[in-house]
């Protein structure tokens, strides 16, 4: 290995060092990434005293992780690569339903349950109906296909932030699409919400006067044999932080009215007190490759 290397020889010589890995794609990424954290050590300068903040920044990211916090999935979801990522992979589906992240929220199995169920039965508030079908790029209906959902309450909490307040599996549920690919459930058109701002994402947030902030939302992970799985969300139409999410992760595609149905008959046949809101939404999921 050579030595006294300067700026742009130390470079070439670390890409040199990965020039045997036997398995192409991690010799791609390191030689990617060296190039690129290179460039970026050289474009900011940092002091010694910079890169030990930095590198203290990351331990206590990884230390702030637990069975239920994954801070490392927040930092990048901040900094826009999470959606990033969901973007450059939705290129490959067109035609199917956009996705947007998974947040760290769907940490428990969801509760089976059946269509038509009020999904949120602890939580208070007037009640609302989610509607739509699961269809093929098609058009074709995709019955049985298993939808997961999960949602903040009216007060934008999780059933997990609030142990002893809410029962796991409120505002969760594992659905069915019947024969012709079709869902409903009751439930409570949820809150903004902040993402947690206790750890150091939320430091970063305030070194840099950002909001936590998250649009209303209910999210989806829709699968079904033959198709792509895909992760999703709806977010409510009006609500506040819809054009700021800290987690740049709304799509105009997934935003969706909640109107109000002022039919008595329609109140009657889904069960709820009328008037009640309603949210339509079909998914479209693509075939596996
Ligand atoms: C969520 O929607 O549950 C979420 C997504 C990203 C970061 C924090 C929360
Ligand atoms: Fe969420």
Same mark, same amino acid.
Do not use: K, N, Y
């Given at each position: 290995m050579a030595t006294n290397l300067d700026a742009d020889?130390?470079?070439s010589e670390v890409l040199k060092s990965f020039s045997e890995t036997p398995n192409g794609r991690l010799q791609q990424i390191l030689e990617s990434l060296t190039t690129h954290l290179h460039a970026f050590v050289q474009d900011i300068t940092p002091s010694i005293e910079e890169w030990e903040q930095a590198i203290d920044f990351l331990t206590r990211t990884g230390n702030t992780c637990t069975d239920v916090?994954?801070?490392?999935? +927040?930092?990048?979801?901040?900094?826009?690569? !999470?959606?990033?990522?969901?973007?450059?992979n939705g290129q490959e589906t067109?035609?199917?339903?956009?996705?947007?992240? +998974?947040?760290?929220?769907?940490?428990?199995? !969801?509760?089976t349950r059946d269509l038509g169920d009020d999904i949120s039965p602890e939580s208070d508030g007037p009640r609302c109906i989610v509607s739509g079908r699961i269809v093929s790029v098609e058009g074709t209906p995709v019955p049985n296909a298993s939808i997961d959902i999960w949602q903040a309450d009216t007060k934008g909490f999780y059933d997990v932030q609030q142990p002893g307040i809410q029962s796991v599996g409120n505002g969760r549920a594992l659905l069915r699409s019947d024969a012709e690919g079709r869902f409903h459930f009751r439930s409570v058109v949820p809150m903004y919400y902040p993402i947690p701002t206790d750890g150091p994402v939320g430091e970063l947030l305030e070194a840099t006067k950002r909001h936590p902030y998250r649009p209303a939302h209910i999210h989806f992970l829709v699968t079904a044999p033959g198709y792509r799985e895909l992760t999703t969300h709806i977010f409510i139409g009006g609500s506040d932080y819809?054009?700021?999410?800290a987690v740049f992760a709304v799509k105009g595609s997934l935003v969706k009215d909640f109107d109000e149905d002022q039919d008595p008959e329609a109140a009657a046949h889904y069960g709820v007190q009328s008037p009640f809101r309603h949210g339509h939404f079909d998914i479209v999921l693509h075939p596996e490759t």
């Open positions: 020889t130390l470079t916090r994954q801070e490392f999935i +927040l930092l990048s979801d901040v900094l826009g690569v !999470s959606m990033l990522l969901e973007t450059i067109p035609d199917a339903t956009d996705s947007t992240v +998974l947040g760290p929220f769907h940490m428990v199995e !969801s509760p819809i054009d700021s999410d």
